[in-house]
C-alpha cells in the first residue's frame, strides 16, 4: 500500500517569489495602464523577442451593473465559431457553462478585431508565446479572450503557448465553467493578480442590487482614476451607502465559505491560479475552496476606503513585488518551526499582511494549508493505475470468450442479438454482465482522476491508454447497447446514441480520434474481417434503422416517408461501406443477426414497393396508408 506523499515545503508564496521574479507582472500592468490612457473601449497589442501582449483596460460596464443583469448568467458552448468546451460535455443533470451576461456582451465587442490581430500574430512564425493582461472588468475580457485563443490553438494543433494575468478581475463564470476549465487542463494559463482588500474581485460574491448606483459610480470613479491623471491622487469619497456596500460583500463572503448544510451556494465560482498580493508579498493560491476562504480573509481585514481604493494600487503592489523577491527575506517572525513546511506556512501567512494585522492567523494558515498535495502524486497514480489495469483484464478476456462462443452458436444470432435476447441464461452470460460493470466503474474513475488533476496531463494521449479504452470500448459497447434496447429503455429515454450513450465512450471517441490525427494515413486494405466491429454504436444505428423501416409501412405523410427513406439509404450505405472494408466483425453478418434480419425486411419491402408501382390497383390499401403485416 503507497502511503500519502505530502510536499515537505510550503510552495504558496515560493510561487509568488517565481512569478514576481519574472517581467510578466511588470509588463501587464505598463500594458493595461497604456491600454487605459490611450484605447479605452479597445486594446493594445505589443511584441517582440517572440512575445506578444495584448493588454484591456478596466472600462465602464453599465450593462453589466444594472440591477435586472448584475448577477445574470448566460450558457457558454463556442466563442464566434469554435467550440470552447464541446468536446467534454457535462454529465446529465449537472448545471450547463454559464458565463456572466453583461461581461460576455463586452467581449463580443471586441471580439472580431482581437480575433484578427490574433490571426496575424498567428501568422508570424516567430510568435512563441501570447500574454493577455487586463485590468477591472477588462480582466474578464482577457479571460475570455484567452478561452477563446486556447480553443482556436487547440483545433489547430499549434504550440504557440498562452498566458493570461488579470488585475482586480471580477469573477466570470459558474462551477462548470471552473470545473471545464479544470478538465481542459487550462487552469495554468490563468493567473489573477488580487490585491489585499480590492472589492471588485469579490463583488458577484453579492447580490448587489440595493447599491446598484454606489456600483455605477464606482465603476465611473475607477475608470476616470485611470484615464484622467488628476484623479489618480483623489481617495474615493465614501459614503454611508458605500459602507454599508463593504460590509454586505463582507457578509456575503463570511456566508460563502461556510461548509456544510444550510450554507450559502456560491453562484460564481474562481478559476485558475489566483496570486494574492499586499504590501508585504503574495502568495498564490489554485484550489476554488481555497481562494475564496482567502478572498475573505484579506478583505475582512480592510476598511471600506482600502476596499475601494486597493482597486487601483496594483502598480504599487507589482513595483514592491518586484524589489521584494530581489532579496530574501531576513528571517521569519517569531521562534523558527523545526519544519520547513511550517516555516513557509509562517513567511506564506506574513506575505499576505495578515500577521502583521493583529488578527488570529490560525484561519490563514488552515486556509494555505488546503493547497498542499496529499496523496500519490499524478506519476504515482498513474503507476498505481496501470497495475489496477492489468487486474482488470481478466474481466474483458471473459467477455471476449463470451463473444467468441457466441459466434459459435447454431442459431446463430451472434454476440449482440444473444446478449440482447438473453437467451443464453447461464453463469457464463450473468458473470458478462457484472464484469461490463466492473469495467465501468474502473474506466470512471481514470476519467474522475484525469478531470481531478491526479493523473499526468498526457494520460489521455499516452499510447498504453489510447489503445486499452478504444478495445474497451469496441468490446463493451455493443453490450450496454444490448441491455439499452433489450430493456426497452429507449421507448421512455430515446434512442441510444443521443440520449443513453455514457460519457465515458465519448471522451474514448475523442482520445482515439486525437491519436488518429496524428497518425500517418494507412492505405492498407484489411484481408479479414475485424476481430471488434470499428464501429461501437454500430447495433445502436441498426436499432434506428429497424424503427425508420417500420416507420415507412405506417406512415401516410409523403414528406416524411422520403425523408425515411433517404435515413434508411444513408445507413445502408454506410453500413456495406463497413463490410466492404471489412471493419466489421463476423457476428454482424450472421444469419439471425439483427442487422441481417433489417437487410432482408428491406430487401421485401422494396419489392413490395416496386409492385405497387407496378400494379397500383392492386394495392389499394397499401396507397391508402393501411399497415402492411
Given amino acids: 500500500m503507497v502511503s500519502d506523499q505530502v510536499s515537505p515545503f510550503e510552495t504558496s508564496e515560493m510561487v509568488a517569489a517565481f512569478v514576481a521574479s519574472t517581467p510578466l507582472l511588470s509588463e501587464s500592468w505598463r500594458l493595461c495602464t497604456s491600454a487605459a490612457a490611450t484605447a479605452p473601449r479597445n486594446f493594445v497589442t505589443e511584441g517582440g523577442g517572440g512575445v506578444v501582449y495584448v493588454a484591456f483596460p478596466g472600462v465602464e460596464m453599465v450593462a453589466a451593473s444594472t440591477e435586472s443583469n448584475w448577477r445574470k448568467l448566460v450558457a457558454f458552448d463556442s466563442i464566434g465559431d469554435v467550440a470552447v468546451f464541446s468536446a467534454r460535455r457535462n454529465k446529465e443533470g449537472h448545471e450547463p457553462v454559464m458565463v456572466h451576461a453583461g461581461m460576455l456582451n463586452l467581449f463580443s465587442t471586441v471580439f472580431d478585431p482581437f480575433r484578427n490581430q490574433m490571426l496575424t500574430m498567428l501568422g508570424n512564425t516567430n510568435t512563441k508565446s501570447i500574454v493577455i493582461t487586463g485590468h477591472s472588468i477588462g480582466g474578464a475580457t482577457a479571460s475570455l479572450c484567452a478561452l477563446w485563443l486556447l480553443s482556436y490553438l487547440h483545433h489547430i494543433s499549434s504550440s504557440v503557448s498562452v498566458l493570461c494575468i488579470t488585475f482586480g478581475s471580477p469573477l466570470l463564470g459558474n462551477g462548470s465553467f471552473s470545473r471545464a476549465i479544470l478538465r481542459e487542463r487550462w487552469a495554468g494559463n490563468f493567473c489573477h493578480v488580487v490585491s489585499k482588500h480590492d472589492i471588485m474581485p469579490r463583488l458577484l460574491f453579492a447580490p448587489i442590487t440595493p447599491y446598484t448606483a454606489q456600483l455605477n459610480f464606482l465603476l465611473q470613479f475607477w475608470q476616470l482614476s485611470m484615464t484622467v491623471p488628476g484623479f489618480r491622487n483623489l481617495a474615493v469619497p465614501i459614503s454611508d451607502q458605500l459602507k454599508e456596500l463593504f460590509n454586505f460583500v463582507n457578509r456575503c463572503l463570511d456566508a460563502a465559505t461556510q461548509e456544510g448544510e444550510g450554507s450559502a451556494p456560491v453562484l460564481f465560482h474562481p478559476f485558475g491560479s489566483y496570486l494574492f498580493v499586499s504590501s508585504e508579498g503574495a502568495v498564490c493560491v489554485d484550489s476554488s475552496t481555497a481562494v475564496i476562504k482567502m478572498m475573505h480573509l484579506m478583505f475582512a481585514s480592510g476598511s471600506p476606503a482600502s476596499s475601494f481604493e486597493d482597486h487601483l494600487k496594483y502598480g504599487d503592489y507589482v513595483k514592491k513585488l518586484s524589489l521584494q523577491f530581489l532579496h530574501q527575506k531576513d528571517s521569519v517572525q517569531g521562534n523558527i518551526p523545526d519544519s520547513s513546511y511550517e516555516a513557509g506556512l509562517e513567511l506564506a501567512v506574513q506575505s499576505s499582511g495578515l500577521a502583521n494585522q493583529e488578527l ?55 454476440y449482440y442479438d444473444l446478449f440482447k435476447s438473453r437467451r443464453s441464461i447461464s453463469k457464463m452470460a450473468m458473470k458478462v454482465n457484472m464484469n461490463r460493470h466492473k469495467l465501468a466503474r474502473f474506466w470512471n474513475n481514470v476519467i474522475e482522476m484525469l478531470e481531478r488533476n491526479e493523473l499526468p496531463h498526457d494520460v489521455a494521449v499516452r499510447e498504453k491508454w489510447v489503445n486499452a479504452s478504444q478495445f474497451y470500448k469496441l468490446l463493451v459497447e455493443p453490450l450496454d447497447i444490448a441491455e439499452y434496447y433489450g430493456k426497452g429503455t429507449h421507448t421512455t429515454k430515446g434512442h441510444y446514441i443521443e440520449h443513453g450513450r455514457e460519457r465515458r465512450y465519448k471522451i474514448f471517441d475523442r482520445w482515439w480520434k486525437d491519436k488518429m490525427a496524428t497518425m500517418e494515413e494507412n492505405n492498407e486494405r484489411r484481408s479479414t474481417f475485424a476481430s471488434l466491429t470499428q464501429d461501437s454504436c454500430f447495433w445502436a444505428r441498426v436499432e434506428e434503422a429497424r424503427e425508420w423501416l417500420n416507420s415507412v409501412r405506417s406512415e401516410i405523410d409523403t414528406s416524411k416517408v422520403a425523408l425515411l427513406w433517404d435515413n434508411i439509404e444513408k445507413f445502408e450505405k454506410y453500413a456495406m461501406e463497413l463490410i466492404d472494408n471489412k ?47
Avoid at 599 to 620: Q, S
Wanted: charged share 25%.
Fill in 360 to 414: 488570529d492567523i490560525e484561519p490563514a494558515k488552515e486556509c494555505l494549508k488546503m493547497t498542499r498535495r496529499m496523496g500519490p502524486s499524478p506519476t504515482m497514480n498513474a503507476a498505481i493505475l496501470a497495475i489496477t489495469l492489468s487486474k482488470v483484464v481478466p474481466y474483458r478476456a471473459e467477455i471476449q470468450c463470451y463473444k467468441a462462443w457466441c459466434d459459435q452458436q447454431v442459431d446463430q444470432m451472434g
Fill in 583 to 629: 471493419e466489421v466483425s463476423q457476428d454482424v453478418l450472421a444469419r439471425n443477426s439483427s442487422y441481417s434480419t433489417w437487410v432482408e425486411d428491406l430487401r421485401g419491402l422494396r419489392e413490395l414497393k416496386a409492385k405497387v408501382k407496378r400494379f397500383p390497383h392492386d394495392f389499394n390499401p397499401f396507397l391508402d396508408g393501411e399497415v402492411i403485416p
